[in-house]
């Protein structure tokens, strides 16, 4: 597919990693006449690879991968013992052990080798970038490469790669901020700055970060955007994998803001602010160690219905987020942008 026909598709579900982003998620926004990526984070490659097989096998087209680029910054293993004894207390409460706070490279070489051969028609990036000789694979191969900026300094840095478009992700996104580096905090540039700062750069941009409602995607487009890019709109979608707990602080009054916080995986995000990240403001730099450390705590916290001790990520539109099928939500967001 080359990247006019792509662009078609002004509205795409972003990959939201971790269960929430499913094979009939991604097929319902093809069906609709957007476009959704799979989230490759945190699965096995083998995985990754059957998630490709069953979207063609739905006759899903195209096809897009998200991948989590390799992290290399060392963590501070003091603060990390500092952070697990802080938690402990809390690891008790909910019966389960904190985890080791391992390095992990998510299979990043095995994935790449996977979808050199699988050829989906579009491989993005967040959390930094392949090396320039990894996008070259891919592309290739016929694969298009997006790589994820959250600054005008990161997109510059990324245009060495010469990627076929870049995703210039705002501050109000929610979820994990794409930056490409874990310190320090990401910057408060908007939507319309970022997008200012980016689109004369001669590659296509894809808007993301707050985009709720279709006159968000409209400013977006007539801002000079390619298409978009909407993650917490998509969090209630029926085909959404987002767990019971997250979909009920979603539509719960009791939460009233987001904050972007460490806390949770020592990479910073956005969600909703409850008790865990109100109490550590100065959690570790260290992801994925960080991760690992509290995958069992906020595990269990989800699943006792502990809102105020799960991550609950939320852009800071998170309220317009509508109940429905995602051919519905699309339609909404699609508005005029067709």
């Known amino acids: 597919m080359s990247i006019h026909e792509l662009l078609q598709r002004r509205v795409w579900v972003a990959p939201m990693a971790g269960g929430t982003t499913t094979v009939a998620l991604v097929s319902a926004a093809c069906e609709s006449g957007g476009f959704g990526l799979l989230a490759a984070g945190y699965k096995p490659a083998d995985e990754v690879r059957a998630q490709i097989d069953e979207l063609r096998e739905l006759g899903a087209h195209p096809i897009g991968v998200n991948v989590f680029a390799r992290q290399q910054a060392a963590p501070d293993a003091a603060a990390l013992d500092r952070y697990a004894e802080r938690l402990a207390p809390v690891a008790d ?3 389960v052990e904190l985890g080791a706070p391992r390095h992990d490279d998510d299979e990043f070489d095995a994935k790449i080798d996977l979808l050199v051969a699988e050829r989906p028609d579009l491989v993005t990036f967040t959390f930094g970038m392949p090396s320039a000789a990894e996008a070259e694979r891919l592309q290739q191969a016929g694969v298009l490469v997006g790589l994820t900026v959250t600054s ?5 840095a990324a245009m060495a790669l010469s990627p076929d478009l870049l995703i210039a992700q705002a501050s109000a996104a929610g979820g994990h901020r794409g930056s490409h580096r874990l310190d320090p905090k990401p910057g408060d540039e908007s939507l319309a700055q970022l997008l200012r700062d980016t689109v004369s750069l001669g590659v296509p941009i894809v808007a993301a970060g707050g985009i709720m409602t279709a006159t968000d995607v409209q400013d977006a487009l007539d801002a000079g955007a390619s298409a978009v890019s909407c993650g917490t709109a998509f969090l209630l ?3 959404a994998g987002t767990s019971k707990a997250h979909r009920a602080a979603l539509t719960s009054s009791d939460f009233s803001s987001t904050v972007v916080t460490r806390a949770f995986t020592g990479r910073w995000a956005r969600a909703l602010e409850n ?4 109490a550590e403001t100065d959690a570790p730099a260290g992801y994925p160690e960080v991760h690992f450390l509290t995958k069992g705590i906020r595990g269990a916290a989800a ?3 502990d809102l105020q001790w799960a991550h609950l990520w939320a852009g800071q ?3 317009s987020a509508r109940q429905g099928s995602a051919a519905e939500i699309m339609t909404g967001l699609r508005g005029v942008a067709r």
């Not at 008790?275 to 109100?278: G, N, S």
């Open 303 to 305: 699943a006792a219905h």
């Open 93 to 95: 409460r909910l019966g």
């Open 275 to 278: 008790e865990w990240a109100r």
């Open 237 to 239: 979608a029926d085909e």
């Open 317 to 319: 539109g998170w309220k």
């Open 152 to 156: 005008a300094e990161e997109a510059t």
